[in-house]
């Protein structure tokens, strides 16, 4: 059989479009693990900060949770990987802010001034409905760690249904500062001050 350049070529490109197809994530997921053991301790502390100061940013989605991911993977112990392990040990827990409050003990013994404590407390709060034992840890957090945008969207949400829509707006303003590519509470705000604007009006008519 006769071998000629057009057969060779129609070859390679079968065994070209084979490699493509066959399990790309399990190539991605090997290519990663590789990165990752091949990073020293000096490139993960570095690497360490680069996802907490994205964290500090990015308030949900696929990107903020494979972030944790690779915290986790890098640095199990710190304090952003325990606090997410604790919110995954809990999100399904008939009595998630009891789950929350008792995890929380073991983190204290070894991130006693981290802020993510009264985060956490602050967010097993607002489940409860305790929305002014929220602020006063969300107040916490924010003390220790001001640019951590969560604390700001959160605490807007406790004053929303606090009707604090003078704090509830400066909330959201400061969210915004820190993470202003988020388009949905851009107009969370402005509904918010249409609310605030509405609720004016009526307490002119009645005055």
Partial sequence: MKITKKTILY???IIGLWSCSSTPQVKEEVAIEKSKQALTEEE?????QEIVYKLNTIPSGDQRDKLFEEIQSIAPDSEYA?????????????????????????????????????????????????????ISQFNKAASLNSE???????????????SDLDGAIADMQ?????????????????????????KAKLDERES
């Avoid at 993960?44 to 360490?48: A, D, G, H, N, V």
């Avoid at 802010?97 to 991130?111: A, G």
């Avoid at 402005?190 to 605030?196: A, C, D, L, P, Y």
């Fill in 44 to 48: 993960k502390q570095e690497r360490y």
């Fill in 11 to 13: 070859a390679l490109v």
């Fill in 82 to 134: 325990m606090y997410n392990q604790i919110m995954n040990d809990c999100r399904d827990e008939k009595f998630y802010s009891n789950c929350i409050f008792e995890k929380l003990n073991e983190f204290e013994k070894k991130h006693s001034k981290s802020f993510l404590i009264p985060f956490a407390k602050a967010s097993a709060l607002y489940e409860e409905k305790k929305y002014k034992k929220a």
């Fill in 174 to 198: 400061e969210y915004l500062k820190r993470s202003p590519e988020d388009g949905m509470n851009w107009f969370n705000l402005g509904v918010s001050k249409q609310q605030k604007e509405h």
């Fill in 148 to 162: 951590y945008s969560k604390i700001y969207l959160w605490r807007y949400e406790c004053k929303k249904f606090l």
